[in-house]
């Protein structure tokens, strides 16, 4: 069974899924040890590993690199946050190919222009396509996938770009009619009523997905009570423990002049060895370097 095949699986079965942000292998290995049900290959979290912002300056082939890195070091299905696809409906023929082949079980698409300002940002930029051209993009799409099992998700900015809830409804039942397999809704309003209130009057045939970020009050029991969110996306948790644990860590050595206080705070170096596969390699070189 496929990757793709058991990300779809898991959806129809077990109802709500939760999906954490990986900007690294290391990152993945943490997520899977916790008991993610998959993994979210983060534009996000990778533009601020570069230390840049999430505006499309990281280009598609080192978010494929990644992706790839992760891939090969997870047994969870990957979903693929490709941003706007890199391009129009061609472009995203291309980039389907290109991250089914990586490792992708799944991506999300969203109906912005190029370049996308990130959806959080305050006073961002926040445009977004025609219905119809965006109709072709996810049937472009839904036609380049190999497996039919790997997810299109369209994810619709209308909430954001401060269109309104009719106008989202009907972006998320047109683009079901292109072909998605799922509709991301997102909002940046810092209580759930917003993305509440579009679940209980979606109509249409297929789950929703959110990103809780800026709602972090929508645990996993209210999303189950809506009855029809299929996925729960974490969208930079990752990246933000990371930062919130090397700020601190940092700042205590320079304080302290030194690492004499802070080493025992931080996992061991043995830690480090483990998640690595030490172990496995190690036993390689006793059977084969003779």
Same mark, same amino acid.
């Given at each position: 069974? =496929?990757?793709?095949?058991? &990300?779809?699986?898991?959806?129809? !079965?077990?109802?709500? *899924?939760?999906? @954490? ?22 534009? $996000? ?18 978010? &494929?690199?990644? *992706? ?10 990957? /979903? ?14 291309? =980039?389907?190919?290109? +991250? ?7 991506? %999300? ?7 996308? %300002? ?13 219905? !119809? #051209?965006?109709?072709?993009? %996810? ?12 997810? /299109?998700?369209?994810? =619709? ?7 309104? !809830?009719? #106008? ?6 047109? +683009? /079901? #009619? ?12 810092? #209580?759930?009523? !917003? ?19 800026? +709602? ?15 996925? @729960? ?9 990371? =930062? ?22 931080? %996992?061991?170096?043995?830690?480090? $060895?483990?998640?690595?596969? @030490? ?8 059977? +084969?370097?003779?």
């Amino acid at each position: 069974m =496929t990757k793709a095949k058991i &990300l779809r699986t898991q959806i129809a !079965e077990r109802g709500l *899924l939760h999906i @954490m942000a990986s900007h690294s292998p290391l990152s993945a290995i943490l997520a899977e040890e916790a008991g993610f049900d998959g993994l979210w290959a983060s534009g $996000f979290e990778l533009s601020a590993l570069y230390g840049l912002p999430d505006m499309s300056l990281i280009s598609m082939t080192q978010h &494929l690199d990644m *992706l790839r890195a992760i891939a090969g070091r997870s047994s969870l299905p990957i /979903v693929a946050d490709i941003d706007t696809g890199y391009g129009n409906a061609i472009n995203v023929i291309h =980039t389907i190919v290109e +991250y089914e082949r990586a490792g992708a079980s799944a991506v %999300v698409i969203e109906d912005k222009t190029f370049p996308k %300002v990130t959806s959080l940002a305050p006073g961002g930029r926040q445009e977004l396509l025609r219905v !119809e #051209e965006f109709q072709g993009k %996810v049937e472009a799409a839904v036609a380049a996938r190999q497996d039919s099992d790997f997810l /299109v998700i369209a994810r =619709t900015e209308a909430l954001i770009a401060g269109l309104g !809830e009719p #106008e989202a409804l009907a972006r998320a039942q047109a +683009y /079901v #009619e292109a072909g998605a397999d799922l509709i991301l809704i997102h909002s940046k309003k810092t #209580e759930p009523s !917003e993305i509440e209130s579009f679940s209980r009057k979606w109509s249409g045939s297929v789950p929703l997905v959110i990103v809780p970020n800026a +709602y972090p009050d929508l645990h996993a029991d209210r999303v189950k009570a809506l009855g029809n969110i299929a996925m @729960m996306i974490y969208g930079n948790y990752g990246i933000r423990a990371a =930062t919130t644990a090397m700020q601190e860590t940092f700042r205590r050595i320079i304080a302290d002049g030194g690492v004499q206080n802070v080493h025992k705070d931080i %996992v061991a170096v043995e830690e480090v $060895f483990r998640l690595q596969g @030490m172990k496995s390699t190690k036993l390689n070189e006793q059977r +084969y370097l003779r």
